[in-house]
């Protein structure tokens, strides 16, 4: 459950640090830390790791009250700091998931100080209505505040902006669908084009645009380090970045992040990247969710957004890693997206946040991260054909959904 700002704030109890188990299962595999940072060199912010913690795990979209309220995730987290993965990305509309990473960091603190790590949390979202979002000035304080008491500590790494495009005029042909001509053919329709940089086109770009200069104020006072904005639409990210740049006091965002966006299925941040860089002058950009928020898997969430096409296509791409794992020993669909996803962001030094529930989920991840950037398995012609294979799905079905960003839900009515 979402907490809105003024309601009372959930607790969670953790017994005493000693009484948690610390086993063998509990310690990080020897040679497999994650020690590959990204970020521009000669930058005045920390680097960021290659993995980063997804805590929206830590929230009734992926998992039981049992499994949130119980001991896993400050195991779960305590075996990833211990992995290397030592940055966070939460927010206040990942229901508790800030409480309980805040009490699980708070608990391992003498053997990771607040300095050992990076946290990245959200502001504007609280819930799936329009009154549930709140980019005025007094409402980024209010949720700065709240996420600074949740987290326990006196600063934040990075505050997003969180789903812009809900609030942000809609400013495209189309809503659904391959979106790359938008940085060709059809720019001036999505708004990108030359000339256009610094118009506002209404109430809604001037919400994201006071939220930015709260979070600017708060990065002033120290208390934010970095300013960025979070999404799924990569034309309109673009569109904003590009707006903040040539607004008024015309200073870049340090960090963009769009989700399911560098996947099996949608690799077109790939195509946005330079773009971000080069146009909006955006430092660092960050994909989320390599398994597209549970679709790549074989049971995805109910509540997923990608229309059914999409879901069928996902059924063939699960069914033939399968075939194929027991043919000739490739990995199931989940495992094969996860090496994809890692492989083309350390090809382009794009950090990756994977949510992460179980230690075996850590542990999983540190391996696949580990055969990615020490064992070359990007290298693999096995590898590259079973990837081929899955592409091939997409491209077939239904007409092409090979890079197929789904529709942006609306909100919710009351």
């Known amino acids: 459950m979402v907490e809105r700002l003024d309601a009372p704030q959930p607790t969670f109890f953790l017994p005493r640090l000693g009484e948690i188990p610390d086993e063998e299962e509990d310690k990080a ?78 608990a391992l603190e003498n053997e990771f100080p607040r300095s050992s790590y990076q946290i990245f949390t959200k502001c504007g979202r609280f819930g799936n209505t329009r009154d549930a979002f709140d980019y005025t000035p007094e409402g980024v ?8 008491q949740r987290l326990h500590t006196t600063y934040l790494d990075t505050v997003y902006v969180h789903d812009v495009e809900l609030i942000a005029e ?20 999505y708004g990108l084009g030359e000339g256009q940089e610094a118009i506002v086109y209404g109430n809604g770009d ?9 979070l600017r104020r708060q990065q002033e006072a120290g208390v934010v380090k970095q300013v960025g904005i979070s999404g799924y639409p990569l034309p309109t990210l673009l569109r904003l970045a590009i707006l903040v740049k040539n607004t008024a006091p015309y200073k870049p965002l340090d960090v963009v992040m769009s989700y399911c966006h560098l996947t099996l299925q949608n690799r077109t941040l790939l195509d946005f990247k330079a773009t971000f860089e080069e146009r909006a002058g955006v430092r660092q950009v960050i994909s989320a969710s390599p398994l597209s928020m549970g679709l790549l898997t074989p049971a995805p969430p109910a509540w ?3 229309s059914d096409n999409v879901k069928e296509a996902v059924k063939a791409a699960v069914q033939l890693c399968a075939k194929t794992s027991i043919e000739s020993g490739g990995a199931g669909l989940p495992k094969l997206a996860l090496e994809y996803a890692f492989q083309k962001a350390r090809e382009v030094e794009i950090p990756t946040v994977v ?28 590898w590259k054909k079973r990837v081929q294979a899955v592409t091939n799905v997409f491209v077939e079905e239904d007409g092409g959904l090979l890079d197929y960003s789904w529709e942006t839900p609306k909100f919710h009515s009351e």
């Open 141 to 148: 304080r209010a949720s700065i505040q709240r996420s600074l």
């Open 170 to 189: 809609l400013k495209a042909p189309k809503t659904l669908g391959d979106h790359r001509s938008a940085l060709g053919a059809e720019a001036r329709v």
């Open 29 to 106: 595999k020897d040679g497999k830390l994650i020690t590959t940072r990204f970020g521009p060199a000669g930058s005045e912010f920390p680097k960021i790791p290659a993995v980063v913690f997804g805590a929206a795990s830590f929230s009734a979209f992926y998992n039981d009250d049992d499994h949130i309220s119980g001991v896993t995730p400050l195991r779960a987290t305590r075996l990833a700091l211990r992995y290397g993965i030592h940055a966070f990305d939460t927010s206040p509309y990942y229901g508790p998931s800030e409480i309980i990473l805040g009490n699980a960091l708070k």
């Open 355 to 382: 949510g992460l529930s179980t230690l075996e989920n850590v542990h999983e991840n540190a391996r696949i991260w580990y055969e990615v950037d020490k064992l070359g398995l990007g290298e693999s012609e096995g």
């Open 304 to 306: 997923h957004p990608a």
């Open 206 to 214: 001037r919400e994201v645009l006071s939220a930015i200069s709260e």
